[in-house]
């Protein structure tokens, strides 16, 4: 009986240490793992200055008036990497990018004093949106518009709640994911164009974003006082671990 | 001989362990659906309506302005994404609002502020709304109502359908009706209201039971199941002519129809050949197809919106359950594996979800939704029995019936749960149906 036992604890022992030090019995085998993305954060996200609300949408009791977002940001270099708050993410195989212009390990964290830059900003002429949902610390915030003259902070409120509801976010991570969709809409609501412009590096992301835009179509209709006939909106879906 | 396969045995129960996950930054989750729930309902006010015409009014024409004001505020409410600020004196003075200025809604926590405007030249009221933000002081959109004078309910109706597509883009929901059973006597006949359960209007009076409502999508007739003729049989009332006529007659019973969103065809049970079945019919009543074929009970058949599926209840595994199919028969995939009893599927306008009736604890009925993947089970009443749901043509909101103060009358509620009211004020009523968008 005694024997028994110490044969099956050297066997036991040996399985164990066979399981952990050798991998060899790795049955599955890593590539077999479909729904797992294998991805490193370099580093962790800079902590936020202030704490970030949990609801994006407008507080009823606080005059909705968004900081004010500073026009000229001549010290940043746009499209250059800063290497010290960034959280570059990287995969095994690149996805395809909408856009060759910014590389995927160019999505920054959106930083506190530069709520309005994004990887791809700057490239045309775009203005920021003032809204409460576009606020610091908001999922959206750093979102811009072709047209400058489209100051409806009204219509961005209640576009941006609806693209939230039916935003489904796929994948649950440790660090901050940012993808910006550009999408164009005209005088009825409807959307004409919506694609990835700048890529998550994650394809279930990107798509998620993405389908939030054309599930939300129709969007409010333009107002009447606004005489062009088109509105071209960059939004950049955030996601922070946590939130 | 018998202790190396033992060991064998328990070598292979430590390698089916998975092994430690190792530096997995990203996973995906099957639905973050908690997230759709962040949305607060926005802040509106409703002013009472001003008479800005220049002649003398009655006191009966100023009533109807307070009726059809509190008709856009009601509307409003209803509404998911809305939520009305009710203009409380106590707040009032807790915020030291002197006058009720876009200042002093903005203190009551409104975003938006509707105004109302109106002038009553002759049998006429017009109305001009004027939708302001209260947080920019400025206004943002605007228009005129035109209805006659006995048509205020209409009108408030009208006016709120235009503030919700101004908003939201998405088509008022505030003209639609609605049709349900009440049981009258021992009978049980179909009624037709607005969807606030206002105009209430008797649409069958055949001292016998009828049952099933199913509006067809231009909204001109109810089809529904008729104990008239002994076995229950199709008929159909037509919402413009208020005739009853029978639509087909099949040996067995002929139940539970549900017309297809485009409009062709009628899904509906019939047990002609045995045991109930799931069957195609045109809209004369000609079986087309049987879509199912299973010794089990099937029925309570919905459709897809885009008329390309069907989900429906059998008790195939024992204990009634969800299923949907293709809508010629294949395909058949159950949907629901939560609690034991699971019935009367509703397929969601959006198409997204499907809401049905879920046996829960204590034997209760409860309403619980659940995507059409077959994740993301959610429940969505808990007091008394709630049976019979059915959605709004925006698909925001749920019409079902609820026995939770006792008697089984209509409740609405908002996709999500929140904002259950009751509409109605008589024992028996149940089998609610929500028609479709006025054209």
New interface residues.
């Given amino acids: 009986m005694a024997r028994d036992f110490l044969y099956s604890a050297l066997l036991h022992a040996g399985v164990i240490a066979l399981t952990f030090l050798a991998s060899p019995f790795d049955i599955k085998g890593r590539d077999s793992y479909d729904d797992v993305i294998h991805v490193s954060l370099y580093e962790a996200p800079p902590p936020a200055a202030a704490p970030v609300p949990t609801v994006a949408a407008p507080q009823p009791t606080t005059p909705a008036t968004p900081p004010p977002v500073e026009e000229e940001e001549p010290d940043i270099p746009v499209g250059e990497p800063e290497t010290q708050d960034e959280t570059v993410i990287e995969e095994e195989e690149q996805p395809p990018v909408e856009e060759p212009l910014p590389a995927p390990q160019q999505i920054v964290v959106q930083q506190p004093d530069q709520a309005v830059t994004s990887s791809s900003a700057g490239s045309d002429d775009q203005a920021p949106i003032h809204s409460t949902v576009t606020g610091d610390g908001a999922v959206f915030a750093g979102a811009t518009i072709d047209n400058a003259s489209f100051d409806y902070p009204y219509w961005f409120t209640q576009a941006f709640n609806k693209i939230l509801r039916n935003w489904r976010n796929p994948v649950s991570a440790d660090g901050v994911i940012v993808c910006a969709i550009y999408f164009q809409v005209i005088k009825s609501g409807r959307v004409i164009e919506a694609h990835v412009k700048t890529s998550s590096g994650l394809r279930t992301f990107d798509e998620a974003c993405l389908l939030a835009v054309q599930r939300s179509e129709p969007f409010p209709p333009l107002p009447r006082q606004f005489a062009d006939e088109i509105i071209g909106i960059t939004l950049p879906f955030k996601y922070e671990p946590g939130r | 001989m018998k202790?190396i396969p033992l060991?064998l045995a328990?070598?292979l129960l430590?390698?089916?362990?998975?092994?430690v996950?190792q530096?997995?930054?990203?996973?995906?989750?099957l639905?973050?659906?908690l997230?759709?729930g962040?949305?607060?309902p926005?802040?509106i006010g409703v002013e009472q309506m001003v008479y800005v015409g220049s002649e003398y009014i009655t006191a009966r024409d100023s009533t109807l302005m307070d009726y059809a004001t509190r008709v856009v505020q009601n509307d409003l409410d209803f509404y998911a994404?809305f939520e009305l600020?009710v203009v409380d004196t106590f707040f009032m003075q807790l915020y030291e609002i002197a006058e009720l200025d876009l200042f002093g809604w903005?203190r009551l926590?409104?975003?938006?502020v509707v105004r109302l405007e109106t002038e009553i030249p002759g049998s006429v009221m017009r109305v001009r709304w004027k939708l302001r933000?209260a947080?920019?002081k400025s206004q943002?959109?605007g228009g005129t109502v035109d209805r006659p004078k006995e048509e205020w309910r209409q009108l408030g109706h009208e006016i709120a359908n235009e503030i919700v597509?101004?908003?939201?883009?998405?088509p008022g929901i505030f003209l639609t009706k609605l049709v349900y059973v009440r049981r009258i006597g021992k009978a049980k006949e179909l009624f037709l209201s607005d969807y606030d359960g206002a105009n209430e209007r008797q649409l069958t009076n055949n001292g016998s039971l009828n049952l099933s409502p199913a509006f067809t999508p231009d909204g001109d007739d109810v089809y529904f199941c008729s104990y008239l003729e002994g076995d229950p049989q199709l008929f159909k009332v037509s919402l413009k002519s208020f005739r009853t006529t029978k639509v087909a007659g099949f040996p067995g019973l002929a139940a539970a129809p549900a017309v297809s969103p485009d409009g062709n065809k009628i899904a509906c049970v019939l047990s002609k050949d045995g045991d109930s079945e799931i069957y195609v019919l045109d809209l004369q009543g000609n079986v087309i197809k049987r879509l199912t074929r299973h010794r089990a009970i099937d029925t309570s058949p919905t459709w897809s919106p885009d008329s390309r599926m069907i989900a429906f209840s059998s008790d195939r595994s024992g204990a009634p359950q969800i299923y949907t199919m293709d809508a010629d028969g294949l395909n058949v995939r159950r949907l629901t594996y939560q609690t034991g009893y699971n019935d009367s599927p509703i397929w969601s306008q959006r198409g997204d979800r499907i809401t049905f009736v879920s046996r829960t604890k204590g034997g209760r009925f409860d309403l619980a939704s659940i995507d059409t993947s077959g994740v993301g089970y959610r429940l969505l009443t808990e007091l008394g029995h709630n049976e019979n749901p059915h959605f709004s043509p925006d698909g925001k909101h749920i019409v079902f019936s609820s026995t939770r103060l006792g008697p089984q009358e209509i409740f609405t509620m908002d996709v999500t749960g929140r904002n259950q009211r009751r509409l109605t004020r008589y024992d028996g009523c149940s089998n609610p149906v929500w028609g479709p968008l006025p054209r």
């Avoid at chain 2, 430590?14 to 092994?19: A, D, G, K, T, V």
């Avoid at chain 2, 926590?109 to 938006?112: I, N, Q, R, V």
Wanted: net charge negative; hydrophobic share 35%; glycine share 6%.
């Fill in positions: 202790r060991f328990f070598s430590h390698l089916s362990f998975p092994c996950a530096e997995v930054g990203v996973r995906e989750v639905f973050d659906t997230r759709t962040d949305v607060q926005t802040p994404d600020i903005q926590g409104a975003d938006y933000d947080n920019t943002f959109a597509t101004t908003l939201t883009g998405d």
